[in-house]
């Protein structure tokens, strides 16, 4: 399992004040304020959200140490990490993206038909992004317990029941 989770992603600069737009990947988007620093993907740099406000489709968050729009610009796109031991326990059917990329795709009859290489949620609900094995396209499907009955992650798999015709 992943030691640190991506929890936000910094979008561009909003206003003159060093003010970022920031994409939170927390089930309550605010709780991304609430984990203590937060940190670049290659560990290098750290920030503290020092306020953070609700937008229209995103939220607007002041880092400390970033006081003009210079500044913020340098930090459009990056991910931002925490320790994963800083995240709140989860629910039985809640899982981290984290520790869902990579595992085995299987059908009910055990199977191997992809491995998940990402999940999307493009305002619809959450989708897997699945590699057929031996191939280099991938293909979406929704991640419901319908499709998705069995999340075994400490097995390295998922049992899945894709639509008709979605695998070869």
Do not use: W
């Not at 988007?29 to 489709?57: C, K, N, T, W």
């Not at 995103?58 to 340098?74: C, F, Q, S, Y």
């Amino acid at each position: 399992m992943a030691e640190r989770i991506c929890v936000a992603q910094i979008g561009a600069a909003h206003g003159i004040k060093g003010e970022v737009k920031l994409k939170s990947f927390t089930a309550d988007p605010a709780a991304v304020a609430s984990y203590g620093p937060l940190e670049s993907e290659d560990g290098s740099q750290h920030f503290e959200i020092e306020a953070l406000r609700a937008a229209r489709d995103h939220l607007v968050a002041r880092l400390k140490g970033v006081r003009d729009r210079n500044a913020a610009e340098r930090l459009t796109n990056m991910r931002l990490y925490v320790a994963r031991e800083r995240l709140p326990e989860l629910e039985p059917d809640e899982f981290y993206h984290a520790d869902l990329i990579g595992l085995r795709a299987q059908a009910r009859d055990g199977t191997v038909l992809a491995s998940v290489v990402g999940i999307h949620n493009f305002g619809a609900g959450d989708l897997l992004e699945l590699r057929p094995l031996g191939e280099s396209n991938t293909v979406l499907m929704p991640f419901t317990a319908v499709t998705v009955p069995v999340v075994d992650i400490a097995g390295g798999r998922i049992v899945i029941d894709p639509p008709h015709g979605l695998f070869k």
